[in-house]
């Protein structure tokens, strides 16, 4: 069985609930990222931040809202009154197809990995792509 531990990014960028959108942004851009785990200080798992959470607490640029304003607003809301907190999340020893169920079925783009409560990875779609090209490239091998 090829379980989630085997494909999850180990090394996870994360936030926590006292951080700012600002904050949210600034790791999010520098580690080219879309989605945010966000821990308490034990490194338990709270929420998550995505990119379009960011989005939609943003104003439209079409208000004609000066930037200097916009990072006002950005560094006066916390992560922890953004984040989505009722996210599925995965173990290390779910079954991948499993893991990709519940991506496809609840529309996520990644799912956090969690042993007990505590965040030990995260799993992407990019991961599933990642997945798909050895799988593709095996059959293509495979076969000649």
Known sequence: MLTVGQFMTDTVFTLQPNDNMLDARHLMSLAKIRHAPVTDDHGHFEGLVTDR??????????????????????????????????????????DIRDAAALLLEHKYGCLPVVRERTLVGILTEADFIKISLKLLNEKADSEV
């Open 53 to 94: 959470d960011l989005l939609a607490c943003t104003i439209s640029r079409l208000a004609e809202i000066d930037e200097k304003i916009q990072r006002e607003l950005d560094t006066a809301i916390l992560v922890k009154d953004i984040m989505r907190r009722d996210i599925m999340c995965a173990t290390v020893d779910t």
